[in-house]
C-alpha cells in the first residue's frame, strides 16, 4: 500500500480526484459550480493522468447537462465506468435520463454541487432544491459535509454502486463545500482498488449491450406487466443500505474512517437532537461539542445515505433518551406539510412507533425548519437557537432560521453574540480587489501551512457579483485541529484590506476580533496614513485595541515589477505579522511556494516574486494608534438621498453587503424589480477615465458607441441651453449640416466609468501638435470627478435628441440616441455590451427582450442593480431570462403575445369602430409604423383610442384597454451567447428561426462559455485552448450563420463593431426592420480570450482581416427582389491566421504546452480560413434569381 | 576548384552560410538549404527579451480576471507544464543536427548580463557547432557613454565563452565610435569570429494613421558596402574570423566579400525574397567567376582586396564625397 498524502484542495478537486481514478467514460458540460470537476477530469487526462486500472480516461463535453446524462446512459449501458459532474439547472435536465438508468439498474456515480433551482431567481449558490427534485428518480443519494467527507463518499458511492447496482448521486454543498479549501488526506489509488470490486466491474461489464450477445433494453410495455415489472427492482432498494453499509466498514478498515448510514454525534443521553445532512452538519458538529461540554444534553443525527432511506438505520442510530427533534431541510417545497427530510423522518418515527419497533418511552416532538437556502450562513449561532427552541414545550415547526421572516413569521431569533471560536486558530479576513490577486495569494498561504507544517489549514472565498471591481473576501483559518467551520468568520484575529477605497465605502473592521491585527494597504505617506481613514473605521480601531500596520502594496508592486498585483507584498506581510508561522520559517516557505508556483512560467516571474517578498517587508510599518480619533472624514452615503425609496432602504444594503439582514417583507414577491438602478451605486472603481478635447474631436461618436457601460455619451442640443452650465463644462459646433446651430457634447460618466479605456483606443482624431493625444484621454480620476460629477449631471439634464431627426443608420446617429442598458457589472472593456446597448439606443423603447442565463443575464440581471432603464417617458426595455436553454422559445413566446393581442385589438377596435371614429379606427390599423416618426404617430393614435373608450362601459372597451397598446410595434429581442445559441439552446433556436414570425436574436458571440470560466462551446475556434479543451479544440467551429441562412427565410448577418462599425449599426437596423426571423451573430472579445482587453476592438479588426471571422448580411427581402441576398462586407483575408491568434492567449498558451499540437491546429486553421472565404466568395457572387439559383 | 573555407576553426564546404533568419525555424526548410548548397547554417535567434516577456505575458493572461468573480474563478486550464524556456529551442537545434550534415550555428540574442547566459551551455549540449551571440540595444539614455556601452558586448562575450568550449562569434552593429579598436578588444575577449553587421528594425511613420511602424526591410545589394569596407579593414588586423553580412544578393557580391577578407557570406533576404534554391545559383555565379579568372581556390581570393592587400588603402578610409570629387577632377 502507497501512503496517503496531506493535501489542500477544494470539494470539487476532491471529487474529481476519486471520479476520474474510477472511470473509462467522462461525459461533461459546464455548470457553477460544477465545472471545476470537468476540467479538472480534462487537464489530467490531458496530461496524461491514468486511471486505477492504468488508461486515460476519455473526456467528451456534451451540448447540455440532458446530453451528458444520455452519454453517460449509453456508455454504461455498452459496459463503460462512467460519471458526470453537474448542478441545479443541469441536474433537472438529466432527469429524464435518470429515471432510465434507475429503471434499468445501471451504475454510475454522478457528484453533484447540490445549488440552488431557479425560482423567482437565479442562484448559482449552495442549498438542496437540485438534489431534492430528483428524489423519484430512484438514484441513491448520498450526502458530504466536509472536504475529506467529499473525496471519501465519492469512493464509497463509486463502490457501492457497482455493488449495488444503483445509479448513485453523490452530492456536497454548492461552494460551501466545493469552493471551500481544506487540508484533507489523500485517497491513493491503492485504497481505491482495494475498494472496488473488481466482480462487480465484470457482472456490470457482462450485463452491456454488444452484437456479440444481443439483447433488448429500452422497451414499450403495456398496462399488463408495466406495474408488475416496476417492482421488480424492489430488492435491490431494500438490500441497498446494507451495501453501502458494507463498503463503509470495508473503507473503515483500509482508510480507518468509519462512516455510517446515519452517525450520531453529542451526549448520549441527548435529549434535543438536530437532523440533517451537508455541511451544514460541520457546524452542528462543532457546536455540538462545544455546548455538550458544557453539560447540554444535544445531539445530531448526520444523514449519509438519504435513498434508499433506512428508517430501522436511522432510529438505531438516534439516541433512546431524545425528547424533541429538528429535521433540518436546505430545500423548500412550497405547498407541501413540511420539507422532504422533515417528513421522512416523521413518517420513518410514525411507522416504527406503529410497529411497536421505536424502542423509546415515548413518540419525540419532531418539528422541521429550513435553513441556509442558496448558501446563506449556517452558523453555531443559529445552531444554538434551534437547540433553545427545541427546549421549548412546543417548538415552533416549519420554522426558518438565519434570516428575518417577517411576513408569516416563520423565523427563530439568533443570538449572533454567541461564537464558539477557539483561541488557538488563527482566523483571517482579507478584502481584497478581484483583480490584485489577494484570492490567489491566499490559497497559497493554506497550501503553505496545510502542506508545509502540522496545522489544519481552511479557506474560503466570498465574491460579489461584479465582473469588473469586484470585492473579494478570503475566510482563513489555520489551527491544530481538523476545523469543521463551515461559515464566514464572524470574530477575526486578522484583517486585512487590500484596497484603500473599501474602508471608506464598507464595514471592513466589523467581524475584528478585540486586539486584533489590522493590515492596511496604503496609498499614502507613512505619516498621513493614520489620518486619511474615516473616523468611524479610526474608532474601531482605538475601540477594539487593534495593532495596525500598513504598506503601500501598489508602490512596492510597481517597484518590484509586480504590476497592478500586489499579492505576494500582502501576503508576505500577512506571514510577518500574524505569527501563524515564525517569521524566518514563514518566509521562506512563501519563497519555496513561489518558485514552485511560478517554475513552470519561468525564472522571470519566481525572481520578480521574490523580490517583491523581500521589499514588502522592508516597506511595512507600525501605525502607533492615539487614543483618540482625530480623523474629520465620513463615510458617505452609499447612494444618493436622491434616489427612490426602494433603492435607498433595499438596494443599498445589498450594495453595501448588508443584504443578509433585510427582512422578507422588503422584498418582491414574484421576482420582481425595478429597473435603472445601477445608476444609483456610483462605483468610482476607475483609476483613470477619459478627457475629453473638443478642439481635436471629429464628432464620429465612436466613443460612444464602444463604451462597454455607457459611461461616455454625446449629445447634439440647442446652444442656448448651455446657460448655467458648469464652468468647465464642454460643448463644440455640431459638425456637418445635420444640426445647423446646434452644439455638441461629448461626457464622461466619471463615477461609472471603468476606466478600460476602450474608447481612447478607438478614437481616430490625433492631435496635430502631438499625435499621442486623441480627442479622448485618458487622465487621474480622482481630482476630476467632483467637477466631471456635475458635468455629468448637467449632461443629463439636456434634451434627449429627437429621434425622428437623427440618422439612425450611422454610428453617429446612433449614439445621439439616449442608451437604456447602463454601468452594467460587466468586464472592463467587455466586448459583449457595446452590442447590447445598441440595441437599447434603438430600439429599446419599444423592446421586450429574452435573455439566456449568461455573461449577459448577469451583468444584465445580478442583484443589487438594474442596469436596464428607461427614458423621460417611462419607456424601456422589458427584460427577463427564463433560462439557459430555453431562451429562444422563451423570446418567441413573447412575439406570440404580442401578434395575438395585437390581433385582438384590431378586432375589438373595428368593433368599436362607431364609439372610437371610423378615420382613427382605420388610421390606427392601417398605419405604417417603419420610421421612429411613424411609431410616435402610432403611440399617439393609440393613447387617444384610449381615451376615447376610457368611458365606455362595455366588455369589448375593457378588453380593448387591456391589449391596445399592442397596436404599437413591439421590437423582440433575444439575446444570449454562444453556449446558448450553439449548443444547449440550438434546437429551439432552430425551431424558433424556422417558424418565420418576427423576433429578433442577438447572439454575443466570444467563442467560449465565458460566464463560467471559459468551457468549449461548438463556436470556440480550432486550436483555441479552452477548459474542457486544455488540448486546443481540435475541429473547426460551427458556421451557426449558415444554417440559419439555409432557411432562405431568415435575415442573417455577423457583426464586429471594431472592424466596421458601420456595418454593425446598419445590420441592427436591417435585422430589426425585416418582418420576420433576424438573427445577428456578434464577435464579442473577451477576458477569456487573454487578450489586452483595452484593445479587444483591434482584436476584432485582425479577426476579420484573417477571415477568422467574416462579415456580411444575407437579407431574404433582397432575394425576394431577384437580388443576390448575401452581400460580403469584408475584403479577402489579408492577415496570416497566426497573427490574428497569437495576439490571444487562448491561442498562444497552446505553443507553449504543446507546440507540435499547436502547429498542426493552426495549419488546419488557416485551411479553414481559405475554404470558407471561398465558399462565401461564391455565394455572394453567384448570379441569383427568385426561386434559388439562376 | 577548392571552395572550402575555415570559419572559427570550422571547417567549411564553401563560404555560403544562411544567416540568423526565420528560414531556418523549419527543419525541412533547413534541409532544403543544405541541398542548395549552404555550408552551415545559422539559426534564427534565441531571444532573451522573447523569453522573459513570454513568461511574463503567459503569467499576466493565465491570471488576468481570474479569483474576481464566483463562477469564473479561472478563464484557462493550467497545463502540467509550460515550455518557456529555451526547451523549444534546443529542440530545435537536436532536430537541425539529426537532419542535415553541415554544421548547425546557434545564435543567441540578449542585451544584459542574466541567467540566460546558462542558455549557452544547453545550446553547446544540444549539439550546436558554434554560437553567434547577437548583442545590441539602442543606447538612448543620454547619461550612458561610448565606453559603459562597449564594456556590456565585452562582458557578455567573456561571460559566454565562460560558459562553452565552442567557437563563439559575435554578431554586431556598425555604431561605435572606434569601430576597429572594438573589434580588436572584443577578438582580444575571446570571439572567435565577427559577424559585420546585424540590421535594425527601423521605425517609419504611417501618414494615414500617424503611427509609428517599426519595420525591416530585405536588405540589397548597395548595403554590402558597408561590412565590405569594415571587413576589408580588420582583416588581417583582428585575430578572428570575420563573416560578411548584409546585402549579399549574388555571387559576385560574395567574392566581393571574400576578397575584402570574409571568411564566409552569410545571407538572408535573397533567400527570402527568391527562395532558398537561390543559393545553388549564387554558388555557381561564384564559380563561373572563379573558373573564368583561373582562381583554384577561395583560399586564394581572401582578403586580396583587403585594405593591407590592395593598390589603393586609403579607398577603405576615404569619404564617399572625396572620392566623387577626385573622380571628377
Redesign the interface.
Known amino acids: 500500500m502507497s501512503t496517503r498524502r496531506m493535501v489542500t484542495i477544494d470539494g470539487n478537486q476532491a471529487a474529481a480526484h476519486v471520479a476520474h481514478a474510477l472511470s473509462e467514460v467522462i461525459a461533461i458540460y459546464p455548470i457553477t459550480p460544477s465545472s471545476p470537476m470537468g476540467e479538472w477530469s480534462d487537464e489530467w487526462s490531458a496530461a496524461g493522468r491514468t486511471n486505477v486500472w492504468g488508461t486515460i480516461p476519455l473526456i467528451q463535453e456534451m451540448q447540455s447537462e440532458g446530453g451528458a446524462s444520455a452519454a453517460v446512459h449509453g456508455a454504461a449501458m455498452s459496459g463503460a465506468l462512467t460519471t458526470t459532474f453537474t448542478a441545479s439547472q443541469g441536474l433537472l435536465l438529466m432527469i429524464p435520463t435518470m429515471f432510465k438508468m434507475a429503471g434499468e439498474l445501471t451504475p454510475t456515480v454522478f457528484h453533484v454541487t447540490a445549488r440552488t433551482v431557479a425560482t423567482h431567481a437565479l442562484s448559482i449558490f449552495g442549498d438542496h432544491s437540485d438534489v431534492m427534485a430528483v428524489r423519484s428518480t430512484g438514484y441513491a443519494l448520498i450526502a458530504s459535509g466536509s472536504i475529506q467527507e467529499v473525496m471519501d463518499m465519492a469512493l464509497i458511492s463509486h463502490a457501492s454502486s457497482l455493488e449495488s447496482r444503483l445509479p448513485f448521486l453523490h452530492f456536497f454543498d454548492g461552494f460551501r463545500s466545493s469552493h471551500e479549501v481544506q487540508k484533507i488526506e489523500e485517497l491513493t489509488y491503492d485504497d481505491m482498488r482495494a475498494m472496488i470490486s473488481e466482480e462487480a466491474i465484470a457482472a456490470h461489464r457482462s450485463r452491456s449491450l454488444t452484437p456479440d450477445r444481443p439483447t433488448l433494453k429500452g422497451t414499450a410495455q403495456n398496462p399488463d406487466v408495466f406495474f408488475q415489472a416496476r417492482e421488480t427492482i424492489n430488492p435491490f432498494y431494500d438490500k441497498c443500505p446494507a451495501v453501502v453499509q458494507a463498503v463503509m466498514d470495508r473503507f473503515a478498515k483500509i482508510v480507518g474512517r468509519h462512516y455510517h448510514l446515519f452517525d450520531y454525534v453529542g451526549a448520549p443521553d441527548a435529549e434535543r437532537v438536530i437532523v440533517l445532512m451537508g455541511s451544514g452538519a460541520e457546524a452542528a458538529h462543532e457546536t455540538v461539542d462545544y455546548l455538550t461540554a458544557q453539560g447540554e444534553k444535544v445531539g445530531i443525527l448526520k444523514v449519509r445515505l438519504y435513498r434508499p432511506f433506512s428508517p430501522k438505520d436511522f432510529v438505531a442510530a438516534l439516541p433512546k433518551t431524545v425528547k424533541s427533534i429538528a429535521v433540518l431541510d436546505r430545500t423548500k417545497e412550497p405547498g407541501s406539510d413540511g420539507e422532504p427530510l422533515y417528513k421522512d423522518v416523521v413518517t420513518a418515527m410514525a411507522q416504527l412507533l406503529a410497529d411497536g419497533e421505536l424502542g423509546m418511552p415515548a413518540m419525540p416532538r419532531i418539528v422541521g425548519g429550513r435553513y441556509g437556502l442558496s448558501s446563506k450562513e449556517f452558523s453555531p449561532a443559529m445552531v444554538k437557537a434551534i437547540f433553545d427552541s427545541l427546549r421549548q414545550s412546543k417548538p415552533k415547526n416549519f420554522f426558518t432560521i438565519g434570516i428575518t421572516e417577517d411576513v408569516t413569521n416563520s423565523s427563530l431569533d439568533v443570538d449572533y453574540g454567541f461564537e464558539i471560536e477557539a483561541d488557538d486558530v488563527v482566523r483571517g479576513m482579507f478584502f481584497g480587489l478581484g483583480a490584485d490577486g489577494t484570492v490567489g495569494a491566499n490559497k497559497n498561504s493554506i497550501k503553505i501551512i496545510g502542506e508545509g507544517t502540522d496545522d489544519y489549514a481552511q479557506g474560503y472565498f466570498v465574491y460579489d457579483s461584479k465582473k469588473a471591481g469586484s470585492m473579494t473576501v478570503s475566510h482563513l483559518r489555520f489551527g491544530p485541529r481538523p476545523i469543521r467551520s463551515t461559515y464566514v468568520i464572524n470574530s477575526a484575529n486578522f484583517v486585512a484590506c487590500h484596497h484603500w477605497p473599501f474602508l471608506e465605502k464598507f464595514e471592513i473592521l466589523g467581524s475584528a476580533a478585540p486586539g486584533a491585527t489590522f493590515l492596511i494597504n496604503s496609498p499614502f505617506p507613512r505619516e498621513e496614513t493614520w489620518n486619511r481613514l474615516p473616523r468611524k473605521v479610526q474608532q474601531q480601531i482605538i475601540d477594539k485595541k487593534l495593532k495596525v500596520h500598513a504598506i503601500d502594496g501598489y508602490h512596492v508592486a510597481k517597484e518590484t515589477g509586480m504590476g497592478g498585483r500586489i499579492n505576494t507584498i500582502m501576503q508576505t506581510c500577512f506571514f510577518a505579522i500574524s505569527g501563524v508561522l515564525p517569521r524566518e520559517e514563514a518566509i521562506a516557505k512563501i519563497k519555496a511556494a513561489i518558485k514552485k508556483t511560478y517554475e513552470k512560467k519561468g525564472e522571470a516571474v519566481v525572481k520578480a516574486n521574490w523580490n517583491a517578498v523581500d521589499q514588502a517587508l522592508e516597506n511595512m510599518y507600525e501605525i502607533k494608534v492615539p487614543e483618540t480619533a482625530t480623523s474629520t472624514l465620513e463615510m458617505p452615503p452609499l447612494v444618493s438621498p436622491e434616489a427612490p425609496e426602494f433603492v435607498r432602504n433595499v438596494t443599498a444594503e445589498m450594495i453595501g453587503f448588508r443584504g443578509d439582514s433585510l427582512p422578507t417583507s422588503k422584498l418582491s414577491v414574484d421576482g420582481t424589480f425595478p429597473v435603472g438602478t445601477t445608476q444609483w451605486e456610483k462605483r468610482n472603481i476607475a483609476m483613470e477615465i477619459p478627457v475629453w478635447d473638443p478642439e481635436v474631436c471629429i464628432q464620429c461618436g465612436k466613443c460612444s458607441l464602444v463604451c462597454p457601460h455607457a459611461a461616455i455619451r454625446m449629445k447634439v442640443y440647442d446652444q442656448k441651453l448651455l446657460d448655467g452650465a458648469p464652468e468647465t463644462f464642454k460643448s463644440k459646433k455640431a459638425i456637418g449640416k445635420d444640426f445647423p446651430d446646434m452644439v455638441v457634447t461629448i461626457q464622461v460618466a466619471p463615477e461609472d466609468c471603468t476606466g478600460c479605456g476602450v474608447c481612447v483606443e478607438v478614437c481616430p482624431a490625433k492631435n496635430k501638435q502631438e499625435t499621442r493625444l486623441k480627442a479622448i484621454n485618458m487622465e487621474f480620476q480622482p481630482p476630476l470627478r467632483e467637477l466631471e460629477r456635475d458635468n455629468y449631471n448637467f449632461f443629463l439634464k439636456l434634451p434627449e435628441a429627437d429621434r425622428s431627426t437623427v440618422k439612425l443608420n450611422t454610428v453617429k446617429g446612433s449614439q445621439f440616441l439616449q442608451p437604456l442598458f447602463e454601468y452594467s457589472g460587466a468586464c472592463s472593456g467587455c466586448g459583449e455590451t457595446p452590442y447590447v446597448k445598441l440595441v437599447s439606443q434603438l430600439f429599446g423603447d419599444r423592446a421586450i427582450m429574452s435573455n439566456a442565463t449568461g455573461c449577459s443575464s448577469i451583468y444584465g440581471g445580478n442583484l443589487p442593480t438594474c442596469p436596464w432603464t428607461m427614458n423621460r417617458d417611462g419607456r424601456g426595455p422589458a427584460w427577463c431570462n427564463s433560462l439557459f436553454e430555453d431562451n429562444a422559445e422563451f423570446g418567441f413566446g413573447y412575439r406570440l403575445t404580442i401578434e395575438q393581442q395585437a390581433r385582438f385589438a384590431a378586432e375589438l377596435a373595428t368593433k368599436l369602430k362607431t364609439q372610437i371614429g371610423a378615420e382613427l379606427v382605420d388610421a390606427i390599423l392601417s398605419a405604417e409604423q417603419h420610421t421612429e416618426g411613424e411609431i410616435r404617430a402610432q403611440r399617439e393614435r393609440v393613447a387617444q383610442l384610449k381615451q376615447k373608450i376610457s368611458g365606455n362601459g362595455s366588455p369589448e372597451a375593457h378588453k380593448l384597454l387591456e391589449v391596445a397598446d399592442m397596436l404599437v410595434n413591439k421590437s423582440v429581442w433575444i439575446i444570449g451567447g454562444d453556449g446558448w445559441a450553439y449548443d444547449i439552446g440550438y434546437g429551439g433556436l432552430d425551431h424558433v428561426l424556422a417558424q418565420g414570425r418576427n423576433v429578433n436574436v442577438l447572439v454575443l458571440d466570444t467563442e467560449v462559455y465565458s460566464n463560467t470560466g471559459g468551457q468549449m462551446s461548438k463556436a470556440t475556434p480550432r486550436g483555441a485552448v479552452a477548459k474542457f479543451a486544455a488540448g486546443g479544440k481540435p475541429q473547426a467551429q460551427k458556421d451557426l450563420a449558415l444554417m440559419a441562412m439555409s432557411y432562405g427565410s431568415v435575415y442573417v448577418a455577423q457583426v464586429a463593431m471594431g472592424a466596421n462599425d458601420a456595418q454593425t449599426v446598419k445590420a441592427f437596423i436591417e435585422a430589426e426592420a425585416y418582418d420576420g426571423p433576424s438573427l445577428i451573430i456578434a464577435y464579442s472579445h473577451c477576458i477569456a480570450h487573454g487578450i489586452n482587453m483595452r484593445g479587444g476592438l483591434a482584436t476584432q479588426k485582425q479577426a476579420v482581416e484573417s477571415g477568422h471571422f467574416l462579415l456580411f448580411r444575407y437579407n431574404p427581402d433582397l432575394a425576394a427582389k431577384g437580388e443576390n441576398p448575401l452581400k460580403l462586407d469584408c475584403k479577402r483575408p489579408s492577415v496570416p491566421y497566426s497573427e490574428f491568434a497569437y495576439k490571444q492567449n487562448r491561442f498562444k498558451m497552446l505553443t507553449k504546452s504543446m507546440p507540435e499540437q499547436a502547429k498542426a491546429l493552426i495549419e488546419a486553421a488557416q485551411r479553414d480560413v481559405a475554404a470558407r472565404w471561398a465558399m462565401y466568395e461564391h455565394m455572394a457572387a453567384r448570379p441569383f434569381a427568385i426561386g434559388g439559383d439562376s | 576548384m577548392d571552395l572550402s573555407t575555415t570559419y572559427m576553426g570550422l571547417k567549411l564546404k564553401n563560404p555560403l552560410v544562411p544567416a540568423a533568419s526565420p528560414l531556418s525555424t523549419d527543419i525541412d526548410t533547413i534541409k532544403q538549404m543544405e541541398d542548395a548548397g549552404a555550408s552551415a547554417i545559422v539559426l534564427h535567434s534565441l531571444f532573451e527579451e522573447q523569453?522573459?516577456f513570454?513568461?511574463?505575458?503567459?503569467?499576466?493572461?493565465?491570471?488576468?480576471?481570474?479569483?474576481?468573480?464566483?463562477?469564473?474563478?479561472?478563464?484557462?486550464?493550467?497545463?502540467?507544464?509550460?515550455?518557456?524556456?529555451p526547451e523549444?529551442y534546443l529542440e530545435h537545434i537536436r532536430k537541425a543536427k539529426d537532419a542535415v550534415n553541415i554544421p548547425i550555428i546557434a545564435s543567441l540574442n540578449g542585451v544584459s548580463l542574466g541567467?540566460w547566459v546558462e542558455y549557452a551551455k544547453q545550446m553547446q549540449a544540444a549539439g550546436a557547432d558554434a554560437l553567434e551571440l547577437n548583442v545590441y540595444f539602442i543606447a538612448t539614455n543620454p547619461r550612458l557613454f561610448a565606453e559603459d556601452v562597449d564594456r556590456v558586448y565585452v562582458d557578455i562575450l567573456a561571460a559566454i565563452k565562460n560558459e562553452v568550449k565552442i567557437p563563439v562569434a559575435i554578431k554586431l552593429s556598425p555604431f561605435f565610435s572606434a569601430m576597429a579598436a572594438m573589434a580588436k578588444r572584443l577578438a582580444d575577449a575571446g570571439a572567435d569570429g565577427l559577424v559585420l553587421f546585424n540590421r535594425f528594425y527601423q521605425p517609419d511613420i504611417d501618414l494615414d494613421t500617424?503611427?509609428v511602424v517599426p519595420s525591416l526591410v530585405l536588405s540589397s545589394s548597395h548595403e554590402l558596402r558597408l561590412p565590405l569596407r569594415w571587413v576589408a579593414i580588420l582583416h588581417g588586423n583582428v585575430p578572428c574570423s570575420l563573416a560578411a553580412n548584409s546585402g549579399i544578393s549574388s555571387g559576385a557580391d560574395v567574392l566581393k566579400a571574400l576578397m575584402a577578407g570574409a571568411d564566409i557570406a552569410q545571407v538572408a533576404s535573397v533567400l527570402l525574397r527568391h527562395g532558398v534554391g537561390h543559393l545553388a545559383t549564387m554558388l555557381s555565379d561564384m564559380q563561373a567567376w572563379m573558373t573564368e579568372r583561373e582562381y583554384e581556390s577561395v583560399e586564394q581570393l581572401k582578403g586580396s582586396m583587403s585594405q593591407k592587400a590592395c593598390v589603393e588603402p586609403a579607398a577603405f578610409e576615404r569619404a564617399n564625397y572625396m572620392k566623387a570629387l577626385n573622380s571628377y577632377a
Request: proline letters at 3%.
Open positions: 523569453i522573459s513570454d513568461a511574463e505575458e503567459l503569467d499576466h493572461y493565465l491570471s488576468h480576471g481570474a479569483e474576481s468573480f464566483a463562477e469564473a474563478v479561472t478563464y484557462f486550464p493550467q497545463a502540467d507544464e509550460y515550455r518557456l524556456g523549444q541567467g500617424l503611427e
